[in-house]
């Protein structure tokens, strides 16, 4: 069991930066989990932000993402970041925290995916 929570949300301004946060808990073993940040805007479907495997060698991003955001892990820690930068009013969404136990591939779609955060807002104004 995994239990995840996420913090660093907020309101910020266009071209500003956000560094969230996901902190990793429970009896289980963080190395083991492929994890990934998804977000969620009203009357949207939930998407992929980006993902990390294991330890931290391999990533994806979504294509709106690239270049702009980046995904990391600190495994002795049990935490997962997301730096976003250059923020636009387009990113406003709920983010949620996400992670599975596997190290044999790299989780990128929401099914993949077994145990989520509450998630944290994230706005972006113009």
């Known amino acids: 069991q995994m239990q995840l929570e996420e913090s660093g949300g907020g309101l910020v301004q266009a071209g500003g930066s956000l560094r969230l946060s996901c902190a990793a808990s429970?009896?289980?073993?963080?190395?083991?989990?492929?994890m990934g940040w998804f977000r969620q805007a009203p009357g949207k479907e939930r998407e992929l932000v980006a993902s990390?495997?294991?330890?931290?060698?391999?990533?994806s991003y979504a294509h709106f993402a690239e270049g702009r955001f980046t995904i990391s892990r600190d495994n002795a820690q049990n935490m997962v970041y997301l730096q976003m930068d250059t923020l636009n009013p387009d990113d406003t969404a709920i983010y949620l925290c996400?992670?599975?136990?596997?190290?044999?591939?790299?989780?990128?779609?929401?099914?993949?995916?077994?145990?989520w955060g509450r998630g944290i807002q994230v706005t972006v104004s113009s």
């Open positions: 996400a992670g599975h136990p596997t190290r044999a591939f790299l989780p990128t779609q929401v099914s993949q995916f077994s145990y």
């Open positions: 429970g009896r289980t073993t963080f190395s083991y989990y492929g």
């Open positions: 990390i495997n294991w330890n931290g060698d391999r990533t």
